[in-house]
């Protein structure tokens, strides 16, 4: 049986989006991670200003541990500041590192306020479906 994957949408801020697609940033981290098990892609969403799809990226493999953990074996593509890092994990037990995998971006950044009906940015994510990865 042939597996079924999925896409979800972030919220990610420009100046992390940059990099990213750049390539200096190799790893998304997050405090929570979806639960299906069957998602391998991530469309992009940047942050206002610039409130746009801006591309998407396949996972590669994701890591959970403790914040210090994640960091020690993350840190030299991060792209975020150490402490920058550890301010967004404060108080947290575990910590979530997304390692990003091949990188598309858009020919074109995508308005999803005028593309879809009832756009509204994740606040941590958001499984995308059919209709809207059609519309990509």
């Known amino acids: ?3 079924f994957f999925m896409k979800v949408m972030l919220s990610i801020k420009p100046q992390y989006v940059d990099k990213i697609f750049s390539q200096i940033k190799r790893y998304e981290f997050r405090k929570s991670i979806f639960k299906n098990e069957n998602i391998d892609t991530i469309i992009v969403y940047a942050t ?3 409130s746009m799809l801006v591309g ?3 996972i590669k493999k994701i890591y959970k541990n403790t914040p210090l953990q994640i960091w020690e074996s993350t840190k030299d593509y991060a792209g975020i ?3 920058a890092y550890f301010r967004y994990f404060k108080d947290k037990k575990y910590a979530y590192a997304i390692e990003i995998g091949d990188i598309i971006k858009y020919p074109r950044n995508i308005d999803p306020y005028t593309t879809f009906v009832k756009f509204s940015p994740p606040q941590s994510y958001v499984y995308v479906d059919d209709n809207l990865i059609k519309a990509l």
């Open 1 to 3: 049986m042939k597996d």
């Open 81 to 83: 500041s150490e402490k």
């Open 56 to 58: 998407e990226f396949k």
């Open 48 to 50: 206002k200003p610039v």
